[in-house]
C-alpha cells in the first residue's frame, strides 16, 4: 500500500465527525496537546498474544501501508474440538492505531465488507476490541495460497488463457458483486487477490469507501488530504484528486487483467500521469494470451480518462463469459489500437 500525504490547503467539504483524524483533514478536530505542548494521545499498549481473550496470535503473514494481519488459534473453538481453529486478524499498525478514531475506520472497514456475501470475497466473521491493549481488530477466513503477484512471480509471461479465464471470470464477479451493493473497493491490486484452495478471493477492502448515500454515518478517510492508492493501479482522476468511483476500480482491475495476460504493466509500471504524459497508451497492444474478442472491453477499460473508460465492471463481466465474439460491439465500447 503506497501512502502519500498531500499538503492541500483547501477544505473537505463533509462532516468532521465522518473524517478521520489521520486524515488530516482541514475541517477535522485534532487530538488535544498536554500541558507540555505535546499531542496528548491514547496509551497505546503492545500487540498481547491473545487479543480479545481469545485469539491467539501464531504469526505475521503480512504488512500493508496501514496495518498487519496475523495468523491465529482460535481458543474457544479450540476448546470445543474444531479441528481447525485457526482465522486471520488484521489490527492497524502503530502508527495509525494511535489517533482517537483509528479503530472507528478499521469499523468501516469491517461494515463494509460484512455487507458482502460471495464466494470470491473474503469472509469477515467478527470486529473486536482488545481492551487491555485498545487495540481493534478484524476476524477474517484463513486463506491458504497464492495471490496473484506470487503467481505472475511464477508465470513471467503470463497466464495461458485455458487457466486465466477462470480467474478472469471470478474476479469480474466479485467486484461486480460488490459494486453492486455500492461497496467500492479502492486498491485493486495483484496483491490483493489470492487464489484459494477454494477458489479465488478479493480481499483488503481497507481503503475501500460507500458510494454516495450509502452508510454516510461511517468514517472514511479524507482523500483530498491523504491518499494511499498504489500509484501504478490508480485511476489518473484519483492521482488528480478526484473521488473514488467504480470508474476507478475498473481501471485497476484492467491493470491487473493485462498483466495476468501479458506478465507485464500495461504501462510500465508507471502511474496513469507518467503513462499519459508519455502517450503510452498509443503503444498498447493485445496481449498474446488474451483472445482477440476480448481486446476491445478490455482497452475501453484502460482508457486514462475516465469519460472515456466507458464500460463498467457488470459489461466487463458480461464479454468476458461470452465464449464466442457477439456479432456487434455495444457502443460503450471504445476503439481498440
Same mark, same amino acid.
Given at each position: 500500500?503506497?501512502?502519500?500525504?498531500?499538503?492541500?490547503?483547501?477544505?473537505?467539504?463533509?462532516?468532521?465527525?465522518?473524517?478521520?483524524?489521520?486524515?488530516?483533514?482541514?475541517?477535522?478536530?485534532?487530538?488535544?496537546?498536554?500541558?507540555?505542548?505535546?499531542?496528548?494521545?491514547?496509551?497505546?499498549?503492545?500487540?498481547?498474544?491473545?487479543?480479545?481473550?481469545?485469539?491467539?496470535?501464531?504469526?505475521?503473514?503480512?504488512?500493508?501501508?496501514?496495518?498487519?494481519?496475523?495468523?491465529?488459534?482460535? %481458543?474457544? *473453538?479450540?476448546? +470445543?474440538?474444531?479441528?481447525? !481453529?485457526?482465522? @486471520?486478524?488484521?489490527? &492497524?499498525? $502503530?502508527?495509525?492505531?494511535?489517533?482517537?478514531?483509528?479503530?472507528?475506520?478499521?469499523?468501516?472497514?469491517?461494515?463494509?465488507?460484512?455487507?458482502?456475501?460471495?464466494?470470491?470475497?473474503?469472509?469477515?466473521?467478527?470486529?473486536?476490541?482488545?481492551?487491555?491493549?485498545?487495540?481493534?481488530?478484524?476476524?477474517?477466513?484463513?486463506?491458504?495460497?497464492?495471490?496473484?503477484?506470487?503467481?505472475?512471480?511464477?508465470?513471467?509471461?503470463?497466464?495461458?488463457?485455458?487457466?486465466?479465464?477462470?480467474?478472469?471470470?471470478?474476479?469480474?464477479?466479485?467486484?461486480?458483486?460488490?459494486?453492486?451493493?455500492?461497496?467500492?473497493?479502492?486498491?485493486?491490486?495483484?496483491?490483493?487477490?489470492?487464489?484459494?484452495?477454494?477458489?479465488?478471493?478479493?480481499?483488503?477492502?481497507?481503503?475501500?469507501?460507500?458510494?454516495?448515500?450509502?452508510?454516510?454515518?461511517?468514517?472514511? %478517510?479524507? *482523500?483530498?488530504? +491523504?491518499?494511499?492508492?498504489? !500509484?501504478?493501479? @490508480?485511476?489518473?482522476? &484519483?492521482? $488528480?484528486?478526484?473521488?473514488?468511483?467504480?470508474?476507478?476500480?475498473?481501471?485497476?482491475?484492467?491493470?491487473?487483467?493485462?498483466?495476468?495476460?501479458?506478465?507485464?504493466?500495461?504501462?510500465?509500471?508507471?502511474?496513469?500521469?507518467?503513462?499519459?504524459?508519455?502517450?503510452?497508451?498509443?503503444?498498447?497492444?493485445?496481449?498474446?494470451?488474451?483472445?482477440?474478442?476480448?481486446?476491445?472491453?478490455?482497452?475501453?477499460?484502460?482508457?486514462?480518462?475516465?469519460?472515456?473508460?466507458?464500460?463498467?465492471?457488470?459489461?466487463?463481466?458480461?464479454?468476458?463469459?461470452?465464449?464466442?465474439?457477439?456479432?456487434?460491439?455495444?457502443?460503450?465500447?471504445?476503439?481498440?489500437?
Amino acid at each position: 500500500m503506497s501512502q502519500q500525504l498531500l499538503d492541500a490547503p483547501h477544505l473537505v467539504n463533509a462532516e468532521a465527525s465522518d473524517l478521520t483524524y489521520f486524515a488530516l483533514a482541514a475541517t477535522a478536530a485534532k487530538p488535544a496537546e498536554n500541558a507540555a505542548g505535546k499531542t496528548a494521545r491514547p496509551r497505546l499498549y503492545d500487540l498481547p498474544e491473545v487479543l480479545g481473550g481469545r485469539y491467539r496470535i501464531e504469526r505475521l503473514l503480512g504488512v500493508g501501508g496501514m496495518g498487519a494481519v496475523y495468523r491465529a488459534r482460535d %481458543l474457544l *473453538r479450540e476448546q +470445543f474440538g474444531d479441528p481447525e !481453529p485457526y482465522v @486471520a486478524l488484521k489490527t &492497524l499498525s $502503530d502508527d495509525f492505531a494511535e489517533y482517537p478514531d483509528a479503530n472507528a475506520l478499521l469499523y468501516s472497514e469491517f461494515a463494509l465488507t460484512a455487507r458482502l456475501t460471495h464466494p470470491h470475497v473474503v469472509r469477515l466473521f467478527g470486529f473486536e476490541v482488545d481492551v487491555p491493549s485498545q487495540r481493534a481488530f478484524l476476524i477474517l477466513e484463513l486463506l491458504k495460497g497464492l495471490t496473484l503477484d506470487q503467481l505472475l512471480g511464477e508465470r513471467p509471461d503470463g497466464v495461458p488463457w485455458s487457466e486465466l479465464q477462470e480467474i478472469t471470470i471470478a474476479l469480474l464477479d466479485a467486484l461486480s458483486y460488490s459494486h453492486s451493493l455500492g461497496v467500492l473497493h479502492g486498491d485493486l491490486k495483484p496483491s490483493n487477490v489470492m487464489l484459494a484452495a477454494d477458489g479465488l478471493r478479493l480481499f483488503d477492502y481497507g481503503l475501500g469507501q460507500p458510494v454516495e448515500g450509502l452508510l454516510p454515518g461511517l468514517p472514511r %478517510l479524507c *482523500r483530498n488530504r +491523504f491518499t494511499a492508492w498504489t !500509484p501504478r493501479y @490508480a485511476a489518473l482522476e &484519483l492521482l $488528480d484528486g478526484g473521488p473514488l468511483t467504480a470508474a476507478a476500480d475498473v481501471y485497476a482491475l484492467a491493470c491487473v487483467l493485462y498483466e495476468l495476460a501479458s506478465g507485464r504493466h500495461p504501462f510500465r509500471r508507471l502511474s496513469a500521469k507518467q503513462a499519459k504524459a508519455m502517450e503510452l497508451d498509443r503503444q498498447l497492444q493485445r496481449p498474446e494470451q488474451l483472445p482477440a474478442h476480448y481486446w476491445p472491453a478490455l482497452r475501453t477499460a484502460l482508457a486514462f480518462d475516465e469519460a472515456q473508460r466507458s464500460i463498467t465492471c457488470a459489461q466487463l463481466l458480461e464479454v468476458f463469459r461470452q465464449q464466442q465474439p457477439p456479432n456487434r460491439w455495444p457502443r460503450w465500447l471504445g476503439r481498440s489500437n
